[in-house]
Nanobody
Framework: QVQLVESGGGLVQAGGSLRLSCAASGSIFRINTMGWYRQAPGKQRELVATITAGGSTNYADSVKGRFTISRDNAKNTVYLQMNSLKPEDTGLYFC????????WGQGTQVTVSS
């Protein structure tokens, strides 16, 4: 059984910052990719950023230069530092763990006011 628990969402003004965390527990393979996806109301879920166990990262074009993904392999935890937030960053942010299967967290709300 794998569980992902997210934290760190909230309400922030445009230009502000937030840091999301996601801790994975259970049977975690050493080789995996962790990441963040988001879903705005009425829109499909989209990739925000991913990071492999070796530290290779991938970002959506819309967040490059503003968001930074990192991880602590010893703690099976992934972080998303979000700076210069924009109203269009508003959405439900989901943590993802890719091993043989995809695992998802319950989501944490990020709201950016203009």
């Amino acid at each position: 059984q794998v569980q992902l628990v997210e934290s760190g969402g909230g309400l922030v003004q445009a230009g502000g910052s937030l840091r999301l965390s996601c801790a994975a527990s259970g049977s975690i393979f050493r080789i995996n990719t962790m990441g963040w996806y988001r879903q705005a109301p009425g829109k499909q879920r989209e990739l925000v950023a991913t990071i492999t166990a070796g530290g290779s990262t991938n970002y959506a074009d819309s967040v490059k230069g503003r968001f930074t993904i990192s991880r602590d392999n010893a703690k099976n935890t992934v972080y998303l530092q979000m700076n210069s937030l924009k109203p269009e960053d508003t959405g439900l942010y989901f943590c993802n763990l890719k091993m043989l299967y995809d695992y998802w967290g319950q989501g944490t709300q990020v709201t950016v006011s203009s």
